[in-house]
């Protein structure tokens, strides 16, 4: 009689749990999908069955209603917001990495500090200093602040994958005739990718779901990015609940993809520097 191996049993009971969690975690994204192709007396009275007949209207109308202008805000904000904590970061990291003096350990001191400072506190010297500047009902009002908490996380990961970059790289890029800029673009740029997908991948996750700044700082509603834009999305159409989902699944949808496209560059920066710091 043939018995599993040790590490074998192990395994089967941990990927059971796993996929039971898995699917516990998808089913309410599933539902919404079905229910936004249903028609809005089924949404509550059959929720549970298929769509009879399948309602891809409601997305349309969603699009068309308000989602469309959300949508192209927030592509904006998160790609601005994206670039520049990359390149901060990535330059920010290199600075530290090749200094190696007091004045690295203090930015490094600086940085480490700012993780502990809630975003919540900073709203009202936010306010304050964004509508000295006049930026208040623009994208920089969100850009600007989104920069500022998602740069120190960024310059920890991409430092990390930073210092294990050998030093005989940098002199052998030096006796070719390379200068600091050459090296960060032909030594520690190509070897990060993975960190820098990473933080990009919790950059993207974080600007394009900031609610908060989203709505304090925007009260015109053409600025509006999708987080704060379905309130006013969900108080139009408190009665058509299919379009309300679609346009739901309509802002869910871009961070689904990330994710799905990029999950093994995700782990690879995650574990990145995990041995080395």
């Given at each position: 009689m043939n018995t599993l191996k040790p590490s074998r049993a192990v395994a089967i009971p941990g990927r059971v749990i796993l996929t039971l969690y898995a699917l516990v975690l998808a089913l309410p994204l599933l539902w919404m999908v079905i229910s936004s192709l249903k028609a809005n007396k089924d949404v509550y009275g059959k929720p549970f069955s298929l769509p009879s007949p399948w309602r891809f209207q409601n997305y349309a109308d969603a699009w068309t209603m308000g989602i469309s202008n959300y949508f192209v805000n927030s592509l904006l904000v998160t790609a601005f917001?994206?670039?520049i904590v990359l390149l901060c970061a990535a330059f920010a990291s290199f600075a530290?990495?090749?200094l190696s003096n007091w004045a690295a350990r203090l930015m490094l001191?600086?940085?480490?500090?700012?993780?502990?400072v809630s975003p919540q506190i900073a709203i009202v010297p936010l306010y304050d200093l964004l509508g000295k500047?006049?930026?208040?009902d623009t994208y920089w009002a969100m850009i600007f602040p989104y920069v500022g908490f998602r740069l120190p996380m960024a310059v920890l990961l991409i430092r990390a994958v930073f210092m294990e970059v050998p030093r005989e790289l940098d002199e052998a890029s030096r006796l070719d005739g390379c200068g600091s800029m050459g090296i960060f673009r032909h030594v520690y740029w190509p070897l990060s990718s993975g960190v820098l997908v990473t933080a990009g991948i919790l950059t993207v996750y974080y600007t394009?779901?900031?609610?908060?700044?989203?709505?304090?700082?925007?009260s015109t509603d053409s600025f509006r990015t999708i987080p704060a834009g379905l309130m006013a999305f969900r108080d139009a159409l408190q009665t058509d609940y299919g379009v309300l989902l679609a346009g739901l699944?309509?802002?869910?949808?871009?961070?689904?993809?990330?994710?799905?496209?990029?999950?093994?560059?995700f782990i690879e920066g995650?574990?990145?520097?995990?041995?080395?710091?």
């Open positions: 917001t994206t670039v530290m990495v090749r001191l600086a940085v480490m500090a700012s993780l502990v500047a006049n930026l208040l394009w779901n900031e609610f908060l700044f989203a709505l304090i700082f925007m699944v309509i802002a869910a949808l871009p961070i689904v993809i990330v994710f799905l496209f990029c999950q093994r560059f995650i574990t990145s520097g995990s041995v080395k710091s």
